[in-house]
């Protein structure tokens, strides 16, 4: 009985990728193909975040510190010693996984809600740094220069990790993330560090009496979201050519990473994959048609939405759609 | 050469005064959201834009009645009572037994809703009430010590907090409900045991500590820019105190907001860093301070 639910998700997840590969092929406008792309990168973003805030039950609100960490480390060695971006992206994942670790060992005595006002100071500290030092940017940010082809035309090229005529690799390189992102919280939803992740959110006292090391597995969940969320830094950086502390540090973004899994439901693979999808556009259209970003509706909707969901569903989406099969 | 160190004297003087006027300030704002804490366990997320609600208030008082931020100050802190009212009933009677991250993101959107709700009806714009009474009392400014000035709005917004502390502060440890109250953060059960109906005093402790918010944030209006965005920093700052101080911890909070105003306005004085790292500052304090006694400076834990 158990074989064949699995091998019905399994056949779904395939299913719904396929689709994706397909999809701009069909549908070429690039605004969609930009929305889908930012959809990829929330939903990775909030898969990352689910593993150390949904799995372990650690409220990170400082998770935004990563994806900087991710974008700055493959811009500054691109510029400085022309490193490509994607040996950058590894450098960037990897300084990520230190600063985790750095970060984590003191914070992680902390519980509960300690625990995330003292990761939102850390994300202000940096947040202040980074505007303020002048040789990263300082607050006007850095911009990546366009690698130019004999024609002087902005290039495509793989080496470089720019894509300026064709922007399709940009989704799939988004595309590929997050279904890796998936994988792995599939992987853990049904082994051992998963299971350990579980026992400290539920009962961490408990889990310790059981014999599971509870700050070496805390420090596990953070360190890999930590590497994933500077990964996709280095996307957003190489997708955009620019980022600045504000983009890429302000607690708006750490709260909305979350936001995405909160609503999809924490704790579950397809949850942030589902948050993203609704949250994502519809932060999009309401921008789009109820008035430019300067009136907020959009975040008006967002937040009603969070209290609603808090407050009847905390479960998410995932929640509603088990109850209502459920009936 | 005398002169000079005179200067020096007077500049760390002045940073002293302004970070004690700030500090208080501080206190009061902070002391609303561990009282909060202490009873239900509940971080306030909203708070800072509950802040901001207090001060466009006084803004829109001022501005559609002509009514000084002073005079409208009472009104200010009924309304804000009503406003934690209503919060406590519509969002966190439904939260309390929900699990933390429900609990953190419910008053997180909140907060979110309110800050956007302001941006949409009155703009992003920042406003400053115009020539309000106590910018033009004594000139504005006052010789606290010779060469050292204070504004006046600055020292009655701190007078203001003192008061409004210390009477909370009365009001918790000598009154009858304030016993009431402080049974209840200690020991839900036996409180109900005694007679004492919890769900009224986590009312209580919302309209106090709202209304807490609201004569800051009335008194802030005097002399600070008004915007929907406000609210932000002060929230930061509120949270770093009630974690520096000890959640639920009444005293902790004047403790805590003191050192953060005097951390906050001297560090650049005394460091030589630019302004805009003063809330870095502030931040690794914290930090620092809560990695050695978690519980805060006088929490219990």
Same mark, same amino acid.
């Given at each position: 009985?158990?074989?064949?639910?699995?091998?019905?998700?399994?056949?779904?997840?395939?299913?719904?990728?396929?689709?994706?590969?397909?999809?701009?092929?069909?549908?070429?406008?690039?605004?969609?193909?930009?929305?889908?792309?930012?959809?990829?990168?929330?939903?990775?973003?909030?898969?990352?975040?689910?593993?150390?805030?949904?799995?372990?039950?650690?409220?990170?609100?400082?998770?935004?510190?990563?994806?900087?960490?991710?974008?700055?480390?493959?811009?500054?060695?691109?510029?400085?010693?022309?490193?490509?971006?994607?040996?950058?992206?590894?450098?960037?994942?990897?300084?990520?996984?230190?600063?985790?670790?750095?970060?984590?060992?003191?914070?992680?005595?902390?519980?509960?809600?300690?625990?995330?006002?003292?990761?939102?100071?850390?994300?202000?500290?940096?947040?202040?740094?980074?505007?303020?030092?002048?040789?990263?940017?300082?607050?006007?940010?850095?911009?990546?220069?366009?690698?130019?082809?004999?024609?002087?035309?902005?290039?495509?090229?793989?080496?470089?990790?720019?894509?300026?005529?064709?922007?399709?690799?940009?989704?799939?390189?988004?595309?590929?993330?997050?279904?890796?992102?998936?994988?792995?919280?599939?992987?853990?939803?049904?082994?051992?560090?998963?299971?350990?992740?579980?026992?400290?959110?539920?009962?961490?006292?408990?889990?310790?009496?059981?014999?599971?090391?509870?700050?070496?597995?805390?420090?596990?969940?953070?360190?890999?979201?930590?590497?994933?969320?500077?990964?996709?830094?280095?996307?957003?950086?190489?997708?955009?050519?620019?980022?600045?502390?504000?983009?890429?540090?302000?607690?708006?973004?750490?709260?909305?990473?979350?936001?995405?899994?909160?609503?999809?439901?924490?704790?579950?693979?397809?949850?942030?994959?589902?948050?993203?999808?609704?949250?994502?556009?519809?932060?999009?259209?309401?921008?789009?048609?109820?008035?430019?970003?300067?009136?907020?509706?959009?975040?008006?909707?967002?937040?009603?939405?969070?209290?609603?969901?808090?407050?009847?569903?905390?479960?998410?989406?995932?929640?509603?759609?088990?109850?209502?099969?459920?009936? | 050469?005398?002169?000079?160190?005179?200067?020096?004297?007077?500049?760390?003087?002045?940073?002293?005064?302004?970070?004690?006027?700030?500090?208080?300030?501080?206190?009061?704002?902070?002391?609303?959201?561990?009282?909060?804490?202490?009873?239900?366990?509940?971080?306030?997320?909203?708070?800072?834009?509950?802040?901001?609600?207090?001060?466009?208030?006084?803004?829109?008082?001022?501005?559609?009645?002509?009514?000084?931020?002073?005079?409208?100050?009472?009104?200010?802190?009924?309304?804000?009572?009503?406003?934690?009212?209503?919060?406590?009933?519509?969002?966190?009677?439904?939260?309390?037994?929900?699990?933390?991250?429900?609990?953190?993101?419910?008053?997180?959107?909140?907060?979110?809703?309110?800050?956007?709700?302001?941006?949409?009806?009155?703009?992003?714009?920042?406003?400053?009430?115009?020539?309000?009474?106590?910018?033009?009392?004594?000139?504005?400014?006052?010789?606290?010590?010779?060469?050292?000035?204070?504004?006046?709005?600055?020292?009655?917004?701190?007078?203001?907090?003192?008061?409004?502390?210390?009477?909370?502060?009365?009001?918790?440890?000598?009154?009858?409900?304030?016993?009431?109250?402080?049974?209840?953060?200690?020991?839900?059960?036996?409180?109900?045991?005694?007679?004492?109906?919890?769900?009224?005093?986590?009312?209580?402790?919302?309209?106090?500590?709202?209304?807490?918010?609201?004569?800051?944030?009335?008194?802030?209006?005097?002399?600070?820019?008004?915007?929907?965005?406000?609210?932000?920093?002060?929230?930061?700052?509120?949270?770093?105190? *009630?974690? /520096? %101080?000890?959640?639920? @911890?009444?005293?902790? &909070?004047? =403790?805590?907001?003191?050192?953060?105003?005097? +951390?906050? $306005?001297?560090?650049? *004085?005394? /460091? %030589?860093?630019?302004? @805009?790292?003063?809330? &870095?500052? =502030?931040?690794?304090?914290?930090?620092?301070? +809560?990695? $050695?006694?978690?519980?805060?400076?006088? %929490?219990?834990?």
């Amino acid at each position: 009985m158990k074989t064949t639910h699995l091998t019905g998700q399994t056949l779904i997840a395939l299913a719904l990728a396929l689709a994706l590969v397909i999809f701009p092929l069909i549908v070429s406008s690039p605004v969609t193909r930009n929305l889908m792309i930012l959809v990829f990168l929330y939903a990775g973003l909030a898969q990352a975040w689910n593993i150390v805030g949904g799995f372990a039950g650690q409220v990170s609100l400082g998770n935004a510190i990563f994806f900087a960490v991710g974008g700055y480390t493959s811009t500054l060695l691109l510029q400085h010693v022309a490193v490509s971006p994607w040996l950058g992206a590894l450098a960037g994942a990897a300084l990520a996984m230190i600063l985790a670790l750095i970060v984590g060992w003191p914070v992680f005595r902390l519980g509960g809600h300690y625990f995330a006002i003292a990761t939102i100071a850390i994300g202000e500290i940096a947040l202040a740094l980074m505007a303020n030092w002048e040789a990263v940017g300082g607050a006007r940010g850095l911009t990546i220069s366009f690698v130019r082809d004999g024609n002087g035309r902005p290039a495509d090229t793989w080496l470089w990790f720019q894509f300026n005529q064709n922007k399709l690799p940009y989704y799939f390189i988004a595309l590929a993330l997050m279904i890796t992102l998936a994988g792995l919280t599939a992987w853990l939803d049904r082994n051992k560090p998963g299971f350990y992740f579980r026992a400290i959110k539920n009962d961490q006292d408990a889990a310790r009496s059981l014999g599971v090391n509870v700050l070496r597995y805390k420090l596990l969940a953070f360190v890999l979201s930590a590497a994933f969320t500077a990964l996709l830094g280095t996307f957003y950086a190489q997708y955009l050519l620019f980022i600045d502390p504000e983009s890429m540090l302000a607690l708006r973004l750490s709260v909305l990473i979350a936001l995405v899994a909160i609503l999809g439901g924490v704790g579950t693979v397809w949850g942030p994959i589902l948050g993203s999808f609704v949250l994502i556009p519809l932060g999009e259209l309401s921008r789009a048609h109820l008035g430019g970003s300067g009136r907020a509706v959009d975040l008006i909707i967002y937040g009603a939405l969070i209290v609603l969901i808090s407050v009847f569903q905390p479960a998410g989406l995932m929640g509603l759609g088990r109850r209502l099969r459920g009936r | 050469m005398r002169a000079k160190e005179g200067r020096a004297v007077e500049t760390l003087l002045q940073a002293v005064a302004s970070g004690v006027l700030i500090g208080l300030v501080y206190a009061l704002i902070s002391v609303g959201l561990s009282l909060i804490f202490g009873l239900m366990e509940i971080v306030n997320f909203a708070h800072g834009e509950f802040l901001m609600l207090a001060m466009f208030a006084s803004f829109w008082f001022h501005l559609l009645w002509g009514l000084d931020p002073l005079v409208s100050l009472p009104l200010v802190a009924i309304l804000l009572g009503l406003v934690g009212l209503v919060t406590n009933r519509l969002v966190i009677a439904q939260i309390i037994r929900a699990p933390m991250l429900a609990q953190i993101f419910a008053t997180f959107g909140l907060g979110l809703f309110l800050r956007s709700l302001a941006q949409f009806l009155w703009t992003p714009d920042f406003r400053l009430i115009q020539n309000p009474w106590l910018s033009r009392l004594f000139g504005g400014r006052v010789e606290i010590v010779r060469g050292v000035f204070v504004g006046v709005p600055q020292v009655a917004a701190a007078l203001l907090a003192a008061v409004a502390f210390a009477a909370l502060y009365l009001f918790i440890t000598r009154s009858k409900t304030g016993l009431a109250l402080q049974a209840v953060a200690e020991d839900k059960e036996t409180a109900a045991l005694m007679g004492i109906n919890s769900q009224r005093m986590f009312d209580l402790g919302w309209v106090l500590g709202s209304a807490c918010v609201g004569i800051a944030g009335a008194a802030l209006a005097s002399f600070y820019y008004i915007y929907p965005e406000v609210g932000g920093t002060f929230a930061l700052i509120a949270y770093v105190v *009630v974690a /520096l %101080g000890g959640f639920g @911890s009444v005293p902790g &909070a004047l =403790v805590a907001g003191l050192v953060v105003g005097l +951390v906050e $306005i001297l560090s650049p *004085v005394m /460091l %030589g860093i630019a302004p @805009s790292l003063k809330y &870095a500052v =502030v931040f690794t304090v914290y930090l620092l301070v +809560v990695l $050695i006694r978690p519980q805060g400076l006088m %929490g219990r834990f």
